[in-house]
């Protein structure tokens, strides 16, 4: 899994892996699900991501920053 943030354009995409993307659906304004050729969601996209999240997470997408846990 990848994040990448662009901090001028206010865009958060976590990859899920790096298959192509054969088809894009916006589920709610400003949030994108990329799928592969199966079906499968392999990146999600969100717009005005600074909006999107509380303030503690917000200002590390400033720093690039991400905290990671894998719950099983």
Request: charge should be negative.
């Amino acid at each position: 899994m990848k994040f990448n943030y662009d901090k001028k354009e206010d865009i958060l995409v976590i990859r899920f892996n790096e298959k192509k993307c054969a088809e894009s659906d916006e589920v709610q304004p400003g949030v994108i699900f990329d799928y592969d050729s199966a079906g499968k969601i392999i990146a999600i996209e969100m717009l005005d991501a600074r909006s999107r999240f509380p303030m503690g997470f917000s200002s590390k997408l400033k720093t690039g920053v991400f905290p990671v846990e894998v719950f099983a």
